[in-house]
């Protein structure tokens, strides 16, 4: 080997390297095309060490580095200390190419998720040479613009990911988890990160316009983001189906497994999370419009912590909702007897629901309960036959439950 301290003459090197990787996408395969370009320059075993850890690219980084250094040293001499200078034509055509062989580059690497840096003393002789290089006749050097520090001894380019790809052929097992009128729901475990996640799919057979009203399910879930509320993922709209953030249980069967162990302070908490979620979607301007025991969801983390999230937003009614306009069926869970027409349907219509759920946090009762205690007042009032005389907001029943300070178990189921 060489002494590779020496900067003249080049040591040439002949050198196939080999792409690693099974490279597929269009902006692989572009990178590929572009850097087997370089495979034919002759190279400098000094660069070439440069960049050695830059996997296949080390040839195209060694070859612009160097003849930018080539360049550049000529630049000093034709400038000394300062002064202004005449760069010869050849030079500037040379360098001017450089500099679009480095946006060219640079632009590829980006399209593959891979941004390329270039130093910054390189970067800035790079950007202001643009303004006075021409490409017959020589260019003229601006006093001041020398010297420059050529570095031959580090490296000039380095690269950093801008984006990571995500497998997407792998193939996890589905497991059912629930089954819905319209869709069925199954979890899977991402393979990607080792993550649980559920996948609610329409049923074969759908119409137009319950496709349409998934869909709007779906965009409607994307937009909320709140800690009560599910969250969405994606949609496919190859099989009409979405992913979304995996629960454990619905609040139906949580409560109805735990009811004689679950205290009053966690039934509390449960109860505040359910009734955030479903005023922050009232704040929104939305009307859920089946609020159940089985569209309330619970994630159960260790030592019997739970978050509550608010699913199934199917039968939302949205401000500007257009399915509202032919929409007068009744449908639902839990149907206010006060509501005539869907289409009418509005946050105190989703109250009269919010008691029979909070009757079930509580006390674990698929009824409204009777009993004079607090609790018993809040879910009376929340499901009063008359609507004017319920809670007109979810924020007044919130202040309600915050101010209950205990209450022993009573009726459980
Ligand atoms: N993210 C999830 N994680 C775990 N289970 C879920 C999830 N989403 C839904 N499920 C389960 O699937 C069932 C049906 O889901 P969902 O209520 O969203 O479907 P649907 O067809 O819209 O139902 P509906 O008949 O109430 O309109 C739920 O009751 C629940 O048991």
């Not at 030079?91 to 270039?118: H, M, P, Q, W, Y």
């Not at 001041?144 to 790809?165: N, R, W």
């Not at 709209?237 to 302070?265: A, P, R, V, W």
Request: hydrophobic share 35%; charged share 25%.
């Amino acid at each position: 080997m060489r002494d590779t301290s020496e900067f003249w003459p080049w040591f040439v090197l002949s050198k196939p390297i080999p792409y690693p990787y099974g490279m597929k996408s269009v902006e692989d395969l572009r990178i590929q095309r572009l850097l087997a370009e370089y495979d034919s320059h002759e190279i400098d075993l000094a660069y070439l060490a440069l960049y050695q850890g830059a996997e296949e690219r080390h040839c195209a980084f060694a070859s612009i580095h160097q003849r930018l250094d080539v360049e550049l040293q000529w630049m000093n001499t034709k400038a000394r200390n300062g002064q202004s200078g005449h760069f010869n034509a050849d030079n500037s055509r040379s360098l001017l190419n450089l500099i679009d062989e480095v946006a060219e580059l640079t632009r590829v690497f980006a399209k593959s998720g891979v941004s390329v840096t270039i130093s910054s003393e390189y970067d800035r002789v790079l950007t202001e040479s643009k303004a006075w290089l021409v490409d017959s006749g020589g260019s003229p050097i601006p006093e001041g613009f020398t010297p420059i520090v050529v570095e031959k001894y580090e490296q000039i380019f380095s690269l950093d990911d801008v984006s990571v790809k995500i497998k997407t052929e792998m193939n996890s097992e589905l497991k059912l988890v629930g089954q819905g009128a319209f869709a069925n729901v199954h979890s899977f475990v991402d393979p990607n990160y080792g993550i649980r996640v559920a996948r609610k799919k329409l049923r074969k057979g759908a119409d137009e316009r319950e496709i349409q009203r998934f869909r709007q399910e779906f965009d409607l879930l994307k937009e909320l983001s709140f800690p009560y509320i599910l969250q969405a993922y994606k949609f496919s709209e190859d099989d009409n189906s979405y992913t979304m953030e995996f629960c454990d249980q619905t609040l139906g069967d949580y409560i109805g497994m735990n009811n004689n162990t679950i205290k009053f302070h966690a039934r509390k908490r449960i109860a505040l999370q359910f009734l955030y979620g479903l005023n922050y979607l009232h704040s929104k301007g939305h009307v859920h419009r089946d609020l159940s025991y089985n569209n309330v969801l619970v994630r159960v983390y260790d030592a019997g912590a739970v978050i509550i999230k608010l699913s199934d937003f199917g039968l939302v009614k949205k401000h500007e909702s257009e399915f509202t306009m032919t929409e007068t069926q009744l449908k639902g869970t839990i149907r206010d007897p006060a509501v005539e027409n869907f289409q009418e349907f509005g946050k105190v219509n989703d109250i009269y629901a919010v008691g029979y759920v909070l009757s079930f946090i509580f006390k674990g009762q698929k009824r409204v309960i009777s009993e004079p205690r607090a609790i018993g007042e809040i879910v009376q009032k929340c499901a009063h036959s008359d609507p004017s005389h319920r809670y007109q907001d979810v924020l007044s029943i919130i202040q309600d439950i915050e101010n209950i300070e205990f209450e022993p178990e009573g009726e459980t189921a």
